[in-house]
């Protein structure tokens, strides 16, 4: 009897988000990041102090998003020592009102920095009212 609440309950909360969370009827939006939510609860963006040239390291992020919406890509492009890095994800454009609760999204990449010296990572990223900005990581490169 459990079994069939849940499984009730799991699709009575799809629907409320439209078709969106299956795929059709999304549009791709930059990722969503809350810096007043508490450390505590969702890390801030992230990226070594230090690395070594002509490595790999990671760069760690957390979008958040609710009930319709699910995760989506993440792009990086570096120009000399500077890497541009976008998180994306997709909102369920079905004009209904999700009734979940925030979750958040890991949008976890690599970076790779070919010059030695001062680098920066530049993540674009938009709040709860889609407003886009910036969020600077600095980062030497060794």
């Known amino acids: 009897m459990s079994r069939v609440l849940f499984l009730l309950a799991a699709l009575a909360s799809s629907a409320s988000c439209g078709s969106g969370i299956l795929g059709a009827n999304e549009e791709r939006v930059i990722g969503e990041i809350d810096l ?24 760690s992020l957390l979008t958040i998003g609710g009930g319709c919406r699910r995760v989506g890509e993440t792009e990086v492009r570096v120009v000399g020592n500077t890497a541009f890095v976008t998180p994306y994800d997709y909102r369920g454009t079905g004009g209904r ?46």
């Open 36 to 59: 007043s939510i508490p450390e505590t609860v969702v890390a801030p963006p992230s990226a070594p102090d230090t690395v070594a040239v002509s490595r790999l390291f990671v760069v």
């Open 97 to 142: 009102t999700c009734t979940l609760g925030l979750k958040p999204f890991i949008h976890d990449t690599t970076v790779r920095f070919d010059v030695v010296g001062q680098a920066l990572v530049l993540i674009t990223a938009q709040d709860r009212d889609g407003v886009q900005f910036e969020i600077e990581l600095p980062v030497w490169v060794r």
